[in-house]
């Protein structure tokens, strides 16, 4: 990497941290700290869940998948995106915005003690929030450091320090503000480095349909035939061909990815930010649109990138970069960006993990004050809160940080893994629970305890062997405790649903 | 060049998602609601 790509890389990451002061002046109370006293417009919060939700994986994990994939994976990829930013925005946020506002409940939790009278599903759902958000934070520093060692030439612990110690600054000085207008700044970061991207890789294949025709006539490894990228039971990983699961595995795993968006709760907690329910409207014209475009840009690009690289490199590479699909994405554009140009498109997966860290913390600083300290303790002293909020914040930003010096897994997996699980835990207790009356306390602990026993189970002794992904069977499992455990009780009297 | 209809119907269903969905929210936004 030339110095230009290098410098383009701290620039961004610099000013980060400038864009922290935005929102000093607000983070001096609890309230501005946590919710930046309710004053997020709707193109702000459309952008910080945007990217939010887009880590680095996103960007390598998502847009090199297609080279070891058939399309059919960026296909549905894409489509369960949009399904899911859909159904969030106009489902789930203005329900979500009221109940909150109407009630003052100030975290995920603390709505569903409130949703479900019930202070153990509260506990519950702390407990599973933290530690699957530690766990997908690991894989969030991890695909952001990878980049930012690779291009400046540093140890991989010197890259999380460069990547983990921007966020914790500007979490602490600025709180949910400060995160949500960097997330806006770096959120425009990756629709420009998406287009790049999609713009290099294009103009160099002749457009989709010409470079799908040279992809046909391919013969990848010289036993791939290249007309398998184009059918959905077609290219895949070859134990899962082995066993003609590759249909199954794709619908899971995009469903899984796709789908978590509307029980997730770091960016549900950003709708108890918006200014207003106007804000909620506009954001739900343009927070769909901004995860579709990304999407059909980066999602699709890896088969394409066969036509770039497989001449370039040796065939021991191509067999590895399809093990490894992360890095496909990366040594595409080194190959076809000019200076300067690839340090902003490279800059992108490093501003998606910044994004996403600086949010979750951020949930997980509010689930710490409120739902720890302020239920233990009864602190109600607001320099002592905002004190406990900062600290915490940064102590959740550190622990994932040193954690992922030992965990080691592809990218794209770990956050499915995790993502899949929040999904299958919270689409109930959360996202079903803001409309259907009947739900009760018992069917809410049901679906968060087995929705994290089944999915984090399966993915370590099942998934390998059935080749199903963990979301669904933790999800049906989840969801069906949740419904049948509600059904068997009467209707709370006291539920009041919008 | 035959596609198959599995990965077409991906695509569609994205796009006529996304187009429903602005189409949606826009008609409730102008409904003021």
């Not at chain 1, 949910?176 to 970061?189: T, V």
């Not at chain 1, 960016?267 to 995860?291: C, E, M, N």
């Not at chain 1, 080691?408 to 009356?437: D, H, S």
């Not at chain 2, 187009?19 to 102008?30: C, D, M, N, P, T």
Request: hydrophobic letters at 55%; glycine letters at 8%.
């Amino acid at each position: 990497m030339q110095s230009l790509d290098s410098a383009i890389i701290l620039i961004v990451i610099g000013t980060t941290i400038i864009i922290g002061f935005a929102g000093y002046r607000l983070s001096k109370t609890f309230m501005g700290y946590i919710f930046a006293n309710k004053t997020i417009g709707p193109w702000i919060l459309a952008f910080s869940i945007m990217a939010t939700y887009f880590s680095a994986a996103s960007f390598l994990g998502g847009g090199g998948a297609t080279y070891l994939y058939n399309l059919g994976f960026g296909a549905w990829l894409t489509a369960w995106h949009v399904i899911g930013v859909v159904i969030l925005w106009i489902i789930v946020a203005k329900r979500l915005f009221k109940y909150v506002s109407e009630y003052k409940v100030m975290s995920i939790p603390e709505f569903i003690e409130h949703r479900y009278r019930s202070r153990l599903a509260r506990v519950i759902a702390v407990v599973v929030m933290i530690f699957l958000f530690i766990f997908y934070l690991v894989s969030v520093y991890k695909g952001g450091a990878i980049i930012i060692s690779t291009i400046l030439g540093i140890d991989i612990q010197l890259a999380l320090l460069i990547l983990a110690i921007p966020v914790i600054i500007y979490i602490v000085i600025g709180g949910l503000r400060a995160a949500a207008i960097n997330n806006l700044f770096l959120g425009l970061l990756m629709l420009i480095a998406a287009t790049f991207t999609f713009s290099y890789i294009m103009s160099y294949v002749g457009g989709p349909i010409k470079g799908l025709e040279i992809l046909t006539q391919m013969n990848i490894l010289d036993k791939y035939p290249g007309t398998l990228w184009l059918k959905l039971n077609g290219m895949g990983p070859p134990p899962v061909m082995e066993r003609n699961m590759v249909v199954p595995l794709i619908i899971g795993i995009t469903f899984s990815i796709g789908m978590a968006q509307i029980a997730l709760p770091n960016l549900l907690i950003q709708f108890y930010a918006a200014r207003d329910s106007k804000a909620i409207s506009r954001g739900r014209v343009i927070g769909p649109i901004l995860v579709a475009l990304y999407a059909m840009l980066i999602f699709s690009l890896g088969a394409f990138c066969h036509i770039i690289l497989d001449n370039k490199i040796s065939p021991s590479e191509v067999a590895q970069l399809m093990k490894d699909t992360d890095w496909v994405i990366p040594k595409t554009i080194l190959v076809l960006a000019p200076i300067g140009i690839r340090g902003l498109i490279l800059a992108a997966p490093v501003a998606a993990s910044m994004s996403t860290i600086a949010l979750t913390v951020l949930t997980l600083s509010t689930t710490m004050t409120r739902d720890i300290v302020q239920v233990i303790s009864k602190v109600n002293n607001e320099k002592m809160l905002l004190y406990i909020a900062k600290s915490s914040a940064a102590i959740f930003a550190l622990i994932p940080m040193i954690l992922a010096n030992i965990e080691n897994r592809l990218i794209v997996e770990m956050v499915g893994a995790a993502f899949g699980t929040i999904f299958a835990c919270f689409l109930g207790p959360i996202t079903i629970g803001l409309y259907w009356k009947r739900a009760s306390k018992i069917g809410a602990i049901a679906s968060m305890v087995i929705g994290v026993s089944i999915g984090i189970s399966w993915y370590l002794y099942l998934y390998r062997t059935t080749w199903i992904y963990p979301t669904i069977p933790a999800t049906i499992l989840a969801l069906a405790a949740y419904i049948l455990l509600s059904l068997v009780r009467k209707p709370d009297k006291n539920f009041n649903p919008h | 060049m035959e596609i198959d209809i599995g990965i077409i119907a991906g695509y569609a269903i994205a796009l006529a998602g996304l187009i429903i969905g602005i189409a949606f929210s826009v008609y409730k936004e102008l409904k003021g609601e």
